[in-house]
């Protein structure tokens, strides 16, 4: 049986992952799309190809876990994604070129 402590450590884990991954790399931008559009000057397809980017992104991701998985192992994956997530969306914020931001959002999906 597993140690309640063990089990406690890789549920939190699973939490994070996704509070990381969906939470703020996927649902936080429709709340910070409308300021973003009127800063930046966007029109409704730059909006749209920015959140397609982050979804084909996010089609990768799914696609290619599975062979990462069995390379690096779930511990190592799953730490990788969350501190490449954090820096991604980090630099959204010293991006201004609309290019830069698309290849931020493929990235982070």
Do not use: E, Q
């Not at 309640?4 to 990381?20: D, K, M, Q």
């Not at 730490?79 to 914020?93: K, Q």
Request: hydrophobic share 60%; charged share 10%.
């Amino acid at each position: 049986m597993a140690k309640p402590v063990a089990t406690f450590w890789v549920a939190s884990g699973l939490a994070l992952g996704a509070a990381i991954s969906l939470g703020l790399a996927r649902f936080a931008y429709a709340l910070l799309l409308p300021p973003m559009r009127a800063d930046l000057g966007w029109n409704y397809f730059t909006a749209g190809a920015m959140n397609t980017a982050n979804a084909a992104g996010y089609l990768l991701g799914a696609l290619m876990t599975p062979m990462l998985l069995r390379s690096w192992g779930a511990r190592r994956l799953m730490l990788t994604a969350c501190v490449a997530t954090a820096v991604l969306l980090a630099a959204h914020g010293a991006a201004s070129a609309d290019a830069t931001l698309l290849a931020l959002r493929l990235l982070t999906g």
